[in-house]
């Protein structure tokens, strides 16, 4: 084998859609460094490719028709403990992104990103100097792709009970106005909590919030 052969990475794909499963083929087949090595149409198939060909990363749809793709990846991990998942969804939700996190995922990207992001992510959760911190691309916010994040100076003790209990909600998927409800306070104190939040964890949104907050240990995902 040359040493060309030897750089490329080895993918699976998996997704019940095979139009979704050949558009994803088509754009890592366009990547000299890149080779799709299985396709999975359900999560039992992704969990046997996982586990026969260990392959480098999967691209695994966050809902799988005979199970949560959540479960899979968690079966993957133990099958293929170094396989680098990517969840690849249309579901642009910070609970999905936590939850997805949580259970070891790599990274999160939209089915929608252009083909550079989805490249990007690819060789991004492979390099070693990106890891720990997930590859995180969302809809209305572009995430970027964090080869290094330090802990915010603030610290975990400077948010107050209140506010780690919004974080709560935050990654539940909440609106502002459900949270004001939930904690019993006008919008107008929700958005002063948020602000608060977003400038001791040195985020810009409520998705970034969120990882970072798990990241950290200030909630439990």
Do not use: W
């Not at 899979?72 to 939700?93: A, C, E, G, R, Y």
């Not at 070693?128 to 916010?141: C, N, R, Y």
């Not at 909440?174 to 909590?193: A, D, H, M, P």
């Amino acid at each position: 084998m040359s040493q060309a052969d030897q750089r490329r990475i080895q993918v699976v794909i998996a997704d019940d859609h095979p139009v979704v499963r050949e558009g994803l083929r088509s754009v890592l087949l366009t990547a000299a460094d890149m080779d799709v090595i299985g396709e999975a149409g359900t999560g039992a198939e992704a969990v046997a490719q996982a586990q026969a060909l260990q392959p480098e990363v999967m691209l695994l749809d966050i809902r799988m028709p005979d199970g949560n793709g959540l479960a899979v990846l968690n079966q993957i991990k133990v099958v293929s403990p170094d396989t680098s998942v990517i969840m690849v969804t249309m579901h642009d939700n910070p609970e999905y992104i936590s939850r997805a996190i949580a259970a070891g995922a790599a990274g999160y990207v939209l089915k929608e990103a252009n083909r550079h992001d989805l490249l990007t992510a690819i060789r991004t959760v492979l390099n070693p100097s990106a890891a720990p911190t997930p590859v995180l691309l969302s809809k209305s916010q572009r995430v970027p792709f964090n080869a290094a994040h330090t802990p915010a100076p603030c610290g975990p003790a400077s948010l107050s009970p209140v506010e780690r209990e919004l974080l709560l909600l935050l990654a539940d998927g909440l609106s502002n106005k459900e949270i004001s409800l939930q904690l019993r306070c006008s919008l107008g104190t929700v958005k002063k909590y948020l602000q608060h939040i977003f400038t001791t964890l040195q985020v810009s949104d409520r998705t970034r919030a969120v990882v970072e907050a798990i990241r950290l240990g200030l909630i439990d995902p």
